[in-house]
Structure formats: structure tokens, C-alpha cells
């Protein structure tokens, strides 16, 4: 948490609320919160915010200035939020960025981050070219049929490890991959390059169909994510089988949820999901 569809709802709110505000002010409560480019930090006094986008997990905000643009990157990792004044936030102390913000509908932006397994990176065009080479694979919402099922039936490997593989799929987690693969009707253990085209196909409408879902729904708000202006994802009101182990299959096939121990937690239903026909 947060995974690809929370930082969606996270680039929307900002873009929404602050595209061409312009940045008055910096406070930088630690300096290891930036990961590169705290020399450059003051070149964003008196900038344009002009674009916010996502890659995977991360946010980059594009600032303008004198016909150069840069970028500030926002890793949200396991419990970094972007937040608005608006929202109320559990141990302020917490909040190690606060950028001021003239002329958009929110006055500031924090970046608040208590185990602080995310940074703020501070790149110029090129840098965040190279940053999005080196972490992150292709988009699940963009890439094409034809490189998807490329990529799967050239892996091999377990099916869920790779979804979570961010080199190679950029911004699924541990609670989506669950959910697709259930409603894909695949094991969490399947061989990747052994499924048949048809289940690849499957699992690729269902990737798609889960992730805009969820961002739909504003995310899934199981721990600690918020929004920028505070507000809760609902998408884990849909959970089919996340946290769910023991409770009957949604499927009503007459089993149970079960919970399989591999590098994360899976969780899966041993009848919709069962090895058989799954490779």
C-alpha cells in the first residue's frame, strides 16, 4: 500500500486542485527524505506546477521556470501520502515535506511518510527518464494486448510474483494481484510462459478491469492510505478475496478462501483457482 490505482487517485486530486499553482515555498523538515537533488531544491521557488503524472507507485509533479522544467517524484511506498491542509493527519511529526502553493485551489501540499520507505526525488527531464528505466516496466493500464502477452509468455516463474514484479509491470501490489488472479480464475502459482492464450487474454482484460475499478472507487483504504484530501478509498468494500481467509468463495462454488504463504500472503479459493488447468 498505496499500489498503482491509490497514486492514480493521488495524481488526479493534485492535478486537479493545483495545476498551475505557483510554488511560494519549500520546507524540508529532513534532508534524507530527498533521495537525489536536494542541491537543486531551491530552483523550484517561484516555478509553475504544469503536469502531474504517475508511474506505478510513484508521482512526479512537473514544475516549469524560465522555459526549464523539472520534476519532484513522490515514492508513496508502503506509508507515503501526499495531503492537502484539508486533511487531518495521525502523528503530524510525520510530515517531513511541505511545499506552499499561490494561485490553485489547495494552499499546500505535505508529504507525509512515518517509515519513510519512500523519498522525494528532485530530477531534471533526463533524471526522470532514467529513474522510470531503472524502476518501472510497462503500464498494466496502457500497455498493448500484444506486448502484454508477450511479456507473459516470456517469463518464467510463478503468475503472481510476476504481476508484482515492477521491472517488468509497473504499480500492482500485493492486494490487487490478489484480486485479479481470482477473478481471472488463475493460481497464484501458475507458470507465467505455460498458460494458454486464452487465459492470457483473460488475465489481462482482468488486470485492467480491477485497477480502473479500484480508481474508480478512489483506491483501497486498508491501512493508513488516504487521498490527498483526506478521504477514504471504498475499492475495499469490493475485495473478493483479500484479508479474506476462511469465508466462503464470493463464487458460491462451496469452498472456502485460503491462505497461501509464499513471499507475500495469497489469497485464493482452492476450487475457482485450482491447478487444474492452470499450468
Known amino acids: 500500500m498505496p499500489e498503482l490505482p491509490e497514486a ?31 542541491r537543486h531544491r ?18 512526479a509533479l512537473g514544475f516549469e521556470k524560465n522555459n526549464e522544467i523539472r520534476y519532484v517524484v513522490a515514492e ?31 494552499s499546500a501540499l505535505r508529504y507525509w511518510n512515518p517509515r519513510r520507505f519512500g523519498r522525494l526525488s528532485l530530477l531534471d527531464r ?32 510463478r503468475l503472481k510474483p510476476l504481476l508484482m514484479h515492477q521491472q517488468a509491470i509497473a504499480g500492482i501490489g500485493n492486494i490487487y494481484a490478489n484480486e485479479i488472479l481470482f477473478r481471472a480464475g488463475l493460481h497464484p502459482n ?47 468494500r469490493r475485495h473478493l478475496v483479500y484479508g479474506k481467509e476462511g469465508m466462503a468463495c464470493p463464487n458460491r462454488c462451496g469452498h472456502n478462501i485460503r491462505r497461501l504463504q509464499s513471499e507475500r500472503s495469497s489469497f485464493f479459493c482452492p476450487a475457482c483457482q485450482g491447478r487444474k488447468g492452470n499450468p
Do not use: N
Open 76 to 106: 508513496l511506498g508502503m506509508t507515503g501520502l501526499l495531503l492537502f491542509p484539508s486533511a487531518q493527519t495521525k502523528l503530524p511529526q510525520h510530515v517531513h515535506v511541505q511545499m506552499t502553493f499561490a494561485g490553485g485551489q489547495e
Open 126 to 157: 533526463r533524471g526522470l527518464d532514467h529513474y522510470r528505466a531503472r524502476r518501472f516496466g510497462c503500464d498494466p493500464l496502457t500497455v498493448s494486448w500484444e506486448d502484454f502477452h508477450q511479456l507473459i509468455k516470456g517469463r518464467r516463474g
Open 190 to 236: 501458475a507458470q507465467a510462459s505455460r498458460l494458454p492464450i486464452a487465459r492470457v487474454e483473460r488475465l489481462y482484460r482482468m488486470t485492467r478491469e480491477v485497477l480502473q475499478e479500484a480508481i474508480a472507487c478512489g483506491g483501497s483504504s486498508v491501512r493508513d492510505f488516504f487521498a490527498p484530501d483526506g478521504t477514504e478509498g471504498q475499492f475495499k
Open 42 to 59: 531551491t530552483w523550484y521557488l517561484g516555478s509553475e506546477l504544469r503536469s502531474v503524472e504517475r508511474f506505478g507507485k510513484s508521482v
Open 8 to 38: 492514480e487517485v493521488v495524481a488526479r486530486q493534485i492535478r486537479a486542485r493545483l495545476l498551475g499553482a505557483t510554488l511560494t515555498e519549500t520546507w524540508i523538515g529532513r534532508a534524507d527524505i530527498v533521495r537525489e537533488g536536494y
